[in-house]
């Protein structure tokens, strides 16, 4: 439409550098309206079905999902709407059983998923996952260690991290066992970020935390979000959660899904 106009000002004898100008900057517009936003991940029609499950047994059906980096997410759903089993396809636990997962331009279907989990994606879980009789330092160290980092000095690095998620250098040689479990949780963030991951997922990372602690765990999340540029995937039934982030995606019951 406005294009029709500058070409009928042409004919009327306009000036060609100004319809040149217009012409520019209306591509200008066009590019950044359609210019694709920051999606590091993509759920394209994912469906999932366990292989013990009935042929039409689906945990998660036709599930499309993008994510940017820099953003805070929630995903919320009653018990048995399939959180995990996404998580576990996020995560590359498990492969879709139809449609598909594209993490940062390329597709997990063609991707070594060893190698994604250890480089990145960070995980953290709701029961922390650390070893209990190792240190914390300890802890971290040894998630490096399996990601294949080579650093020289791995516990100055684990200090680096443990100090981001609000944990002084004293915490480094203590082990697990010792600490409350707002403390371990933060450990297992300063694990989780032990290879610098683009993304954090959470399946339910504050279920076992006082509603205090669970806004502090809160803030270590929201920063890493909006200062560090990590895509921050939270799964939760959590109404502080859900007030925390930047979007929330809500799933639905399969059966409930399919008979509306
Ligand atoms: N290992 C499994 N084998 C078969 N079915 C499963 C398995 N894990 C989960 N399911 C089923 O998949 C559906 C979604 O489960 P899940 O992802 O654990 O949901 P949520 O985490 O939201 O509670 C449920 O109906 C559950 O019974
Ligand atoms: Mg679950």
Redesign the pocket.
């Known amino acids: 439409m406005t294009n029709k106009n500058y070409i009928a000002k042409d004919k009327l004898g306009n000036n060609k550098a100004l319809e040149k100008q217009r012409e520019m900057k209306d591509k200008e517009i066009k590019e950044k309206n359609t210019t694709p936003k920051n999606i590091i991940l993509s759920i394209k029609n994912a469906s999932y079905r366990?292989?013990?499950?009935l042929e039409d047994?689906y945990?998660?059906r036709n599930v499309s999902f993008d994510f940017e980096s820099g953003k805070m997410y929630a995903i919320r759903?009653?018990?048995?709407?399939?959180?995990?089993?996404?998580?576990?396809l996020i995560s590359g636990l498990e492969r879709c059983t139809e449609g598909e997962i594209i993490f940062d331009g390329k597709s997990l279907k063609n991707m070594n998923l060893d190698k994604f989990r250890n480089s990145d994606i960070g995980i953290v879980f709701q029961s922390y996952n650390l070893l209990p009789f190792m240190t914390a330092s300890e802890n971290i160290i040894l998630s490096m260690d399996v990601s294949g980092l080579k650093i020289k000095n791995k516990k100055e690095k684990a200090i680096e991290l443990m100090e981001k998620v609000g944990l002084k250098e004293s915490y480094a040689d203590r082990k697990v066992l010792r600490l409350s479990g707002g403390e371990q949780q933060r450990v297992a963030i300063a694990r989780s970020l032990s290879y610098n991951p683009k993304m954090i997922i959470a399946?339910e990372p504050t279920g076992n935390l006082d509603k205090q602690t669970e806004t502090e765990i809160l803030e270590i999340f929201k920063k890493l979000a909006h200062e560090e540029n990590k895509c921050v995937i939270i799964?939760t039934h959590s109404q502080n959660v859900c007030d925390s982030v930047d979007v929330i995606y809500d799933?639905k019951k399969?059966k409930e899904e399919s008979d509306k």
């Open positions: 366990y292989s013990d499950a047994d945990a998660l759903g009653r018990s048995g709407t399939g959180k995990t089993t996404l998580l576990s399946d799964v799933l399969v």
